[in-house]
């Protein structure tokens, strides 16, 4: 079968289809709810004749796995996506979020880029290369999963651990990446190629007690918890940028005026890298570019007394700490208590490694070569996502793991101002193209 021979048409309608569906099923996390998408997706699957499996990683908490088997002559491929969403309660939308309405060609909903678009594109991928019996060199995977919104245990992490069998691949493609920015009128696309990781801290202080009438001077918990939320905010690393960190600045250069692609490249290769952001970059755009090139430690929740006239013993910080790839969660954990002295204990709440995959790997090449075909005035370029997402999980397992979900936006859209936010919506045209370019992605990657 010959890549002209597929009906785009009715494929791409199919899609939308799907995504419509799935938007109008609310699997909002918390409680997450997505036995009903789940269901949604079996029995398309099933209606073609393939065989998901369903696993659940707590009652009614179900996620899909299903294999298309290649003939083991080449690496296999997981196509990754999260069918729970976050709340849209108490937002303003233009249209209701569960709707699957469209107005002015964008298709609204809550998960329409977050990420049930990745969810209806693989679905309509796998479907269609078993209804062609397309001959594949090695096997397509396709898990939807949940609670990813949710911190991934009961979905990709449960797999992982659980039933790596099911989900075990060479590559995987999955959120974030593959929407673009655009840049002077130029589309950029970034590829997640490298994850941060994390490592979530509880930092414990303690105080003299007592009676509030009865003042403690510099010996209260309130005032050793001041101390220590000012020590972690000033906490700084150093700026250490990952190659794809840095080829994702020399790619914003390569869009840029002239002036500021010069700062762009003096910090992709980390040269007066602190001082260019401190002074030149404009506030609204430091925590970015800060969380891309260095660990960073941020307190987040601090507690400490529930009563007026109580002096407190304790009080507790958590701290929301992330580090670039390479960094053990025990590593920052180090840091920190090293950084706060006998000020407080320091106890690891949760933790995972970032990772990162090399880009001159066949997948990135193959996601270039579509690219140029798809979108020739396109710019692809790698990119450290400093969030965490299901690479993490999937990583464990070695797999070569990146983010790429392709949907073409008009420079109106800024998807990452839409992630969690009232109004997330896809551009039908966008999508329909991110159809037939994953398509020819995995069609290049896997067909014989
Ligand atoms: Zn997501």
Redesign the pocket.
């Known amino acids: 079968m010959t890549a002209g021979s597929f009906d785009w048409d009715a494929i791409q309608d199919e899609a939308v289809g799907f995504l419509r569906d799935l938007l109008r099923l609310d699997t909002t996390n918390p409680p997450g709810n997505e036995g009903p998408a789940i269901a949604y997706i079996q029995n398309k699957l099933v209606a073609a004749g393939l065989q998901p499996t369903i696993v659940e990683g707590a009652p009614g908490r179900p996620s899909l796995v299903v294999r298309l088997p290649g003939q083991g002559r080449g690496p296999s491929l997981l196509l990754d996506s999260?069918v729970d969403v976050v709340p849209a309660r108490g937002e303003a939308w233009t249209l209701p979020p569960f709707a699957g309405e469209d107005r002015d060609g964008n298709i609204y909903g809550r998960g329409a880029l977050?990420?049930k678009h990745m969810t209806a594109m693989s679905l309509s991928v796998l479907l269609s290369l078993a209804r062609n019996s397309v001959p594949l060199r090695g096997d397509l995977v396709m898990t939807a999963v949940a609670d990813?919104?949710g911190g991934a245990d009961l979905g990709a992490f449960y797999l992982v651990k659980e039933h790596p069998e099911l989900v075990t691949t060479d590559y995987a493609l999955g959120?974030?990446g593959g929407m673009n920015m655009t840049i002077q009128g130029r589309r950029l696309y970034p590829i997640q190629v490298a994850e941060k990781g994390l490592c979530w801290l509880k930092l414990t202080v303690r105080g003299e007690g007592g009676h509030g009438s009865m003042p403690r001077h510099g010996r209260s918990a309130a005032r050793n918890i001041s101390r220590l939320v000012q020590i972690l905010d000033d906490l700084r690393f150093p700026i250490a940028p990952h190659p794809a960190a840095a080829g994702f600045l020399e790619a914003m250069a390569s869009l840029s005026s002239t002036s500021q692609a010069a700062a762009l490249r003096l910090v992709a290769r980390g040269i007066g890298a602190r001082t260019i952001i401190d002074k030149l970059v404009p506030a609204a755009k430091r925590p970015a570019l800060e969380a891309m090139l260095s660990h960073t430690c941020q307190p987040t929740v601090v507690e400490a007394g529930s009563k007026i006239n109580v002096l407190p013993t304790t009080g507790t910080v958590l701290a929301d700490c992330r580090t670039l790839p390479g960094m053990a969660p025990e590593e920052m954990l180090a840091a920190v208590k090293k950084a706060v002295g006998g000020l407080a204990t320091v106890e690891l709440v949760n933790g995972h490694r970032g990772h990162a995959t090399p880009q001159n790997n066949p997948l990135y090449q193959q996601i270039v070569a579509t690219m140029a075909r798809m979108d020739p005035d396109g710019v692809v370029a790698p990119y450290l996502m400093p969030g965490f997402?299901n690479g993490s999980a999937y990583a464990q397992l070695g797999t070569r793991y990146m983010g790429f979900t392709p949907v073409m936006l008009p420079a109106t859209i800024d998807f990452a101002s839409l992630?969690h936010a009232a109004d997330e919506r896809i551009p039908i045209a966008g999508f329909r193209w991110g159809v037939r370019t994953l398509h020819d992605v995995v069609t290049g990657f896997l067909a014989v």
Do not use: G, K, S
């Open positions: 999260h977050d990420m990813e919104e959120e974030v997402t992630f």
